[in-house]
């Protein structure tokens, strides 16, 4: 694919901002005609620059607002070990991020439950059952400073 232009870039800021904004409306904003801003968002989606769209629901809503961030070491690095707790975590839907990293452990859980009560159950009934396990730390979110959704746009991707 070719490099992203100018009007690209307006396109996935503001599908960033509005994934329900109507194609002759985006066309409008980007001065373009509707046909071929819809080609271009079309080329995007295709070559992988825009995976999806989705509603951001409320958390504290969906009751899954008490937010909780855990650092996991494990007892080995290898590879089995790492695929067999990469599986693992997949299941567990109160882990909605995880990461692995380098450094002082091997991964960053992001978990949403809906109170302190319902973390602790995750994690004596799911999370310490898991095998390989040597060491976990707990952070809880006291208050969300930033939250950023959207992607800077590099002026050359």
């Given at each position: 694919?070719?490099?992203?232009?100018?009007?690209?870039?307006?396109?996935?800021?503001?599908?960033?901002d509005?994934?329900?904004?109507?194609n002759?409306?985006?066309?409008?904003?980007?001065?373009?005609?509707?046909?071929?801003?819809?080609?271009?968002v079309?080329?995007?989606?295709?070559?992988g620059?825009?995976?999806?769209?989705?509603?951001?629901?409320c958390?504290?809503?969906?009751k899954?607002g008490?937010?909780?961030?855990?650092?996991?070491?494990?007892?080995?690095?290898?590879?089995?070990v790492?695929?067999?707790?990469?599986?693992?975590i997949?299941?567990?839907?109160?882990?909605?991020?995880?990461?692995?990293?380098?450094?002082?452990?091997?991964?960053?859980?992001?978990?949403?439950?809906?109170?302190?009560?319902?973390?602790?159950?995750?994690i004596?009934?799911k999370?310490?059952?898991?095998?390989?396990?040597?060491?976990?730390?707990?952070?809880?979110?006291?208050?969300?400073?930033?939250?950023?959704?959207?992607?800077?746009?590099?002026d050359?991707?």
């Amino acid at each position: 694919m070719k490099p992203l232009d100018k009007i690209d870039r307006n396109i996935l800021e503001t599908l960033q901002d509005d994934g329900r904004i109507s194609n002759v409306e985006l066309a409008r904003l980007v001065n373009l005609s509707p046909t071929p801003c819809l080609e271009r968002v079309r080329r995007l989606e295709k070559s992988g620059y825009i995976k999806g769209y989705r509603a951001e629901l409320c958390a504290d809503k969906m009751k899954a607002g008490f937010v909780t961030f855990i650092t996991v070491s494990l007892d080995r690095t290898t590879e089995d070990v790492f695929e067999k707790f990469s599986e693992q975590i997949a299941h567990l839907d109160e882990i909605v991020e995880c990461h692995m990293v380098g450094g002082g452990f091997d991964y960053i859980l992001k978990i949403r439950t809906e109170t302190m009560a319902a973390f602790r159950s995750l994690i004596f009934e799911k999370l310490s059952n898991l095998p390989h396990i040597s060491q976990t730390h707990s952070y809880f979110v006291m208050e969300e400073v930033k939250c950023e959704k959207s992607l800077k746009i590099p002026d050359t991707a």
